[in-house]
T-cell receptor, first 113, second 114 residues
Framework: KAGVTQTPRYLIKTRGQQVTLSCSPISGHRSVSWYQQTPGQGLQFLFEYFSETQRNKGNFPGRFSGRQFSNSRSEMNVSTLELGDSALYLC????????????FGSGTRLTVV | AQTVTQSQPEMSVQEAETVTLSCTYDTSESDYYLFWYKQPPSRQMILVIRQEAYKQQNATENRFSVNFQKAAKSFSLKISDSQLGDAAMYFCAGFMDSNYQLIWGAGTKLIIKP
């Protein structure tokens, strides 16, 4: 059974550009969550989707957005990139609410220069 | 507000010995779940063990076990017979069904000495 797949694994962007990250969950998993990981702030919740509906959103500016498609695949977009957006972005999927635990992808390492 | 605190930035243990990683949390919810995740240098977060708050029995997964003290809001992870492959960052996290998100501790870097 394939795991959670995140693409790309590495990305270098320039300040002011926008970026789209992709996440394919485990087959059958309908919940997809996104987290930002940085050395200074640790792991912070971005948003969670279930059956194409955003159920919760973290405390991030509106430049961060996401969506989920009917096949449960999810994308997150960051517009007008800032240096501080450099981070590891982790995607996780679960069958339902996440109470049974999430399965994580290997992340996308975004560097903004 | 829900918080998770890991006060040990780094721990080291001799191979084959036992180590305990500490975690405390705070929540006003009555129904919640606690997890320990492991993140090796490969970056992928791996679920180590899960505890349901309404269960008094401590969870165990092979060499990994927890000491869940609900009244004290403490959730420590014990690793027995430590192996070189256990070296990683370990994160404690809490989950409440009411907000669909994991609340994370800052992590503990575990070093295994051969």
């Amino acid at each position: 059974k394939a795991g959670v797949t995140q693409t790309p694994r590495y990305l270098i962007k320039t300040r002011g550009q926008q970026v789209t990250l992709s996440c394919s969950p485990i087959s059958g998993h309908r919940s997809v969550s996104w987290y930002q990981q940085t050395p200074g702030q640790g792991l912070q919740f971005l948003f969670e989707y279930f059956s194409e509906t955003q159920r919760n959103k973290g405390n991030f500016p509106g430049r961060f957005s996401g969506r989920q498609f009917s096949n449960s695949r999810s994308e997150m977009n960051v517009s007008t990139l800032e240096l501080g957006d450099s981070a590891l972005y982790l995607c996780a999927s679960s069958l339902g609410s996440g109470a049974n635990g999430y399965t994580f992808g290997s992340g996308t390492r975004l560097t903004v220069v | 507000a829900q918080t998770v605190t890991q006060s040990q930035p780094e721990m080291s243990v001799q191979e084959a010995e036992t180590v305990t990683l500490s975690c405390t949390y705070d929540t006003s919810e009555s129904d919640y779940y606690l997890f320990w995740y492991k993140q090796p240098p490969s970056r992928q977060m791996i679920l180590v063990i899960r505890q349901e708050a309404y269960k008094q029995q401590n969870a165990t997964e092979n060499r990994f076990s927890v000491n869940f003290q609900k009244a004290a809001k403490s959730f420590s992870l014990k690793i027995s017979d430590s192996q070189l492959g256990d070296a990683a960052m370990y994160f404690c996290a809490g989950f409440m069904d009411s907000n669909y998100q994991l609340i994370w501790g800052a992590g503990t870097k575990l070093i295994i000495k051969p």
